[in-house]
């Protein structure tokens, strides 16, 4: 059965910077593209970042510059390095396995002005 289980997130001044994770088991993480996505109270889940078995990457216009997805096949983990933060980032934000019906739990990311 895969699982997804994100951390990191909190609460963080405009400005700050915070380092998400999420850690998969049950499925072979190297050869899968994953994600993460957020939702913010009242809007609909949107994508934020993905990167693909080979490192490739894509990004939302609004965190290009901003966030960095990364990940490490040998701990089955993906990462979001977010910098700059701004209350409008604040949402709960979800890893995903592309294309799947594997989400995680969410974790919560609040950004104070």
């Known amino acids: 059965q895969v699982q997804l289980v994100e951390s990191g997130g909190g609460l963080v001044q405009a400005g700050g910077s915070l380092r998400l994770s999420c850690a998969a088991s049950?499925?072979?993480?190297?050869?899968?593209?994953m994600a993460w996505y957020r939702q913010a109270p009242g809007k609909q889940r949107e994508l934020v970042a993905q990167i693909s078995s080979g490192g490739m990457t894509k990004y939302a216009d609004s965190v290009k510059g901003r966030f960095t997805i990364s990940r490490d096949n040998t701990k089955s983990t993906m990462y979001l390095q977010m910098n700059s933060l701004k209350p409008e980032d604040t949402a709960v934000y979800y890893c995903?396995?592309?294309?799947?019906?594997?989400w995680g739990q969410g974790t919560q990311v609040t950004v104070s002005s």
């Open positions: 049950g499925t072979i993480f190297s050869i899968t593209t």
């Open positions: 995903n396995l592309i294309g799947s019906i594997y």
